[in-house]
């Protein structure tokens, strides 16, 4: 079987470091905010370029916080492309605010600039994008509406570790951004974990506060929060691969070139061929899209579909958005991870050709 995922580990050596780094934290007895959440978090904020990085649980968790650091009022409407992961949309609801769909470009899968401006009332806020699939969103275009318009952009890049266009990362555009770090993400723990960025050392301070009960320094609690903090063993994990981002999101490209250049079956769409793009997933459309998944199980090769249901779908008491997204009745996630061998990735080649 080929499956869609395995665990992104450069290897051997990747892995004794990994070994190496745990061990000193079981030396340390140290498992909660130690040293290894506050390097990594100095280190990732220096990838990205951005100036503070706060450690958090998981990815669903940094987009709360995110919002929540911005003391939105309750009913706050804010902008969110209408194709994302539920957590993008239930981050929003978990703060009393109300999520607007706003149609997303079928060529790029990510938000329309041209379309957010008619989504714009007298609540809106913010916009919460998602730089799908690992393929930046058209900031410049963003960045301008909303500075026009005064909304905040907040930024949701669990698909998009290390990506960047001429050295300006993902996360370090908007005000805040949240990144994920479960396991199959470009930068991949072995649990869960997440983080915020942002260069406002106010909300940095504010989402500190807010991981740990809303506790400030005297244990006093002057604003209610949650707890949800790094594990420091996932924390050395991440300085780990952080090491090795770069170069692992280079294989992935490569692979997706190999894709590009493969597939040449009519019935299938692939995904258009940018460089702003860290192919945390490599999503195909195709009309047939449930035959194509069922004949490729049929020869071993697991795919899956990001998403099956669109989240406003799921998501309870949600309003309809104005126009309905339907490609997702269309979308095909194909295997793509670094270790994916060459062999197992011409198999799956050969069976989309033959399908
Ligand atoms: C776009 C997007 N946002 C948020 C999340 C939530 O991250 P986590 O699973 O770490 O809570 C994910 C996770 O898959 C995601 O894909």
Redesign the pocket.
Known sequence: MISFFKDSSAGKMERNKIMKQLMLVIQSGQYILGNQVQLFEEEFAKYCGSKFCVGVG??????YLAIRSLNLEKGSEILLPSN??I??AL?IVHNQCIPIPVPILDSTHNIDPAKIKEFIGPKTKAILL?H?YGQLCDMDAIMAMANLEGLWVIE?C??AHGLNKNGKYAGNYGLVS?F???P??NLGAMG???AVLTNSAELAERIKTLRTYGMDENGTIPNTGINSRLDEMQAAILRVRLQNLDKQNKKRKELAKRYFKGIKNPKIQLPQIIDTHVYHLFVVTCQERDSLKNYLLSKGIETKV?YPLPYYLQVNHLPKPKSEYMLHKQLLSLPLYPGLASKNQHEIIQQLNQF
């Open positions: 998981n990815g669903t968790d940094a987009l994302s992961f957590a993008t981050a998602t799908m949701d669990a698909h949240a994920s770090f479960y199959t993400k869960d974990g997440g990001h």
